[in-house]
């Protein structure tokens, strides 16, 4: 595993011919409870982040994976994933994040070699997505695209509401067309400079992006959804942790995973 992120390039030459994954697993993930950052908690004995590396690793399309670790966790993250085997000869590179996802996928994106040209970015807390996935994503990028997300279509109605304080009834203001809406997952892919042009331009308050591709957008760039899978789901409350292994035990029982 190498420690030193060597400079970033911008995509355009011939040579920005490889493909990179950025996994920020900085956050907290309050959501989950107290205790360890969302990214490190345990499913079936192993981090999810290592789940998640492991997941990128194994798309023959990926030949880097930047892990934007907590601030002042590096060299933890570091440890734990040369203590736990990956898959191929993928590179793993770990580098500190910073107080927002947002800052955290730019510093990411700044550890890139030169050569990559293609970017996914995916959360840490979507360990189970399959390699299928993966690769449409990329190929897609490969294909022209200059941003790809992967989504589902929506099995719920949705309402829009105005806003109240907690607990309190909120009004409808509107229900949009099911058919028109996808939930929209990771990894998001993106020519690589198309991202950084977001990421250099898109200022955005508090929390800073939840979604990449919404910066691009911002830009007036073209972005173009894949079929998502309804294993790449977000694990982000104590019941997503047992689908979660539910899925895991399926996996082991009919594919040997």
């Not at 990179?20 to 697993?25: D, K, L, R, Y």
């Not at 981090?47 to 998640?52: E, G, I, K, S, Y």
């Amino acid at each position: 595993m190498s420690e030193t992120p060597r400079p970033a390039g911008r995509s355009g030459s011939p040579n920005n011919t490889r493909t990179a994954a950025v996994i920020p697993a900085a956050g907290r993930g309050v959501r989950l409870g107290p205790g360890a950052p969302k990214a490190l908690r345990a499913l079936s004995g192993t981090p999810m982040l290592v789940h998640a590396v492991r997941a990128m690793a194994r798309s023959r399309a990926v030949s880097v994976v930047v892990v934007v670790a907590p601030p002042d966790g590096a060299a933890e993250v570091r440890n734990l994933l040369g203590d736990h085997a990956l898959p191929g000869t993928t590179d793993v590179l770990v580098v500190p994040g910073g107080e927002t996802r947002q800052e955290s996928v730019r510093l990411g994106l700044a550890a890139l070699p030169d050569d990559v040209g293609v970017v996914l970015v995916h959360d840490a807390a979507r360990p189970l997505v399959p390699v299928d996935t993966v690769d449409a994503v990329a190929a897609a990028v490969r294909d022209g695209a200059p941003a790809v997300v992967p989504a589902l279509p929506l099995a719920d109605t949705v309402k829009q509401v105005m806003p109240r304080p907690a607990g309190e009834p909120e009004p409808v203001t509107g229900t949009p067309e099911r058919a028109l809406l996808r939930a929209v997952q990771t990894p998001q892919g993106f020519d690589r400079a198309t991202l950084v042009e977001a990421h250099e331009k898109v200022a955005l308050e508090g929390e800073g992006a939840t979604d990449d591709a919404g910066m691009v957008e911002r830009l007036g760039v073209p972005v173009v959804v894949v079929p998502g899978h309804e294993e790449a789901f977000k694990v982000t409350r104590p019941l997503d942790l047992v689908l979660a292994e539910a899925v895991l035990a399926r996996r082991r029982a009919t594919d040997g995973f």
